[in-house]
């Protein structure tokens, strides 16, 4: 199998020149924010299918169950058998908790480093952006020392994919399934590290998507480093 490789961004960028929003120029930001929420639409009536270069799929997500954040909050549960996605109010963020995780939440005072392995989507870009799963980094999780400052959670990506494109502050999106997923690591089969799938418009994504307007999809695990 070839290396799955990543769009690169300079490649990408340059594709989307004429999509970037200026300041200066309300109109053109609030199409692109219409056309960014066009796009999370389509992905949870249609669902999304995410191959790599040879046409293996990698990832299949059926059409979407929306769950409000009020009736998540009762179990927070998302029925991956239904293929729920909890609606986070006023951010546009949807996630689902595939998988739970080992050990516990990340208490309130509490500083930890954080294992993630991971694929972005680019919606608009209808293309794999950046992952730490391909042969070449699967060994390499991205490394992010995460706080629990008393209910406001904050980040710093350490070493990774992320840190390398986007920069070291971790965005909101990622930070977010924190309050909700175990932090652990994987001690025997039963007790598997978390795992979570995430819609991310561009306000609460990392640098490129906050500058480009564009949602993307992730898929991440989570583990407690040591």
């Not at 996605?85 to 739970?100: A, C, E, H, P």
């Not at 399934?177 to 995430?198: K, M, S, T």
Request: with cysteine.
């Amino acid at each position: 199998m070839k290396l799955l490789r990543i769009l690169p961004l300079l490649a990408f960028f340059a594709l989307t020149t004429g999509f970037v929003a200026c300041d200066n120029d309300d109109d053109s930001y609030a199409e692109l924010r219409e056309t960014e929420r066009k796009l999370v639409n389509h992905l949870l009536s249609n669902g999304l299918t995410i191959t790599n270069a040879e046409g293996l799929t990698l990832l299949h997500v059926a059409p979407i169950k929306v769950i409000s954040q009020e009736e998540f909050e009762k179990d927070t549960i998302t029925d991956v058998s239904l293929n729920e996605y909890v609606s986070f109010t006023g951010s546009g963020l949807y996630m689902q908790i595939v998988r739970r995780g080992t050990g516990e939440v990340l208490k309130q005072g509490e500083s930890a480093p954080v294992l993630c392995r991971y694929l972005e989507y680019n919606l608009a870009g209808d293309s794999i952006q950046t992952t730490n799963r391909d042969l070449l980094s699967s060994t390499t999780p991205d490394v992010m020392n995460v706080t629990n400052s008393y209910g406001t959670l904050s980040g710093t990506f350490q070493s990774g994919i992320m840190r390398s494109y986007y920069g070291s502050s971790v965005p909101s999106a990622w930070l977010t399934p924190l309050q909700y997923i175990r932090l652990g690591r994987q001690n025997d089969p039963q007790n598997e590290i978390a795992l979570v799938r995430i819609i991310a418009p561009s306000s609460v994504g990392h640098s490129s998507q906050s500058s480009y307007v564009y949602p993307c999809f992730y898929e991440i695990s989570y583990q407690r480093g040591r």
